[in-house]
């Protein structure tokens, strides 16, 4: 861990502790918490932030690396971004769905950085893979799927197909907050869910 990570979790966990056990912050919501801190820069109240959200980052960084040790100081770098990058956050979607985004977008530039996990579909033939993306894939085909199954066929497809997914389907954004996430247009985000479960489904058959 760096001197300046370690530094910011110091003054997280001291400025929590200054809370006490009635935190008078534990009712805000996301939002008005996340407009005091942009305000006034408060690694206080980013303390309570921190705690409302620090296992979904971890669990989100974990499906991206190779160890606990790795998840955690991944989990670490995304706070420490999401300190300096709080401000964009404009209340477009809810702050949970873009905290989803902001840490899958981070994870897949780590990923692509540091080349150590293979993201591809080469174990599907192209011109298979190509004619199945003509063809519609009902999102009953998706939640019908084996969840043991499902959870190979998506560390086989791209980071980002990945991330849109579990977004839409797990986290249940709606097509204009993954508009807004992505900062793209509807008819595209419906044209990247259609790509995106057709490699799904086709990796999702060839697995025994």
């Not at 110091?10 to 400025?15: M, S």
């Not at 980013?46 to 790795?70: I, T």
């Amino acid at each position: 861990m760096t001197f300046l990570k370690r530094l910011f979790l110091i003054l997280i966990n001291q400025d929590k502790k200054s809370l006490g056990a009635d935190n008078p912050y534990s009712k805000l919501t996301d939002e008005e918490l996340v407009s005091r801190i942009v305000a006034k820069n408060d690694t206080m109240l980013f303390g309570v932030l921190y705690d409302r959200y620090s296992r979904m980052v971890y669990n989100k960084c974990y499906g991206f690396s190779r160890s606990q040790d790795e998840a955690e100081d991944l989990a670490q770098d995304v706070f420490l971004m999401l300190f300096i990058k709080l401000a964009s956050f404009k209340g477009k979607s809810k702050f949970s769905t873009w905290l989803y985004s902001f840490t899958y977008n981070f994870c897949v530039n780590y990923v692509n950085r540091n080349k150590q996990r293979k993201m591809s579909d080469k174990s599907v033939p192209m011109e298979t893979t190509e004619y199945k993306l003509t063809e519609e894939v009902p999102d009953e085909s998706i939640y019908e799927m084996k969840a043991s199954k499902l959870a190979k066929a998506l560390e086989m497809i791209s980071a980002e197909d990945k991330s849109i997914l579990l977004l839409k389907y797990q986290d249940g954004a709606s097509i204009k907050e993954l508009s807004d996430l992505f900062e793209i247009g509807e008819s595209a985000v419906k044209m990247r869910l259609k790509r995106a479960k057709a490699k799904l489904l086709e990796i999702y058959n060839t697995l025994g």
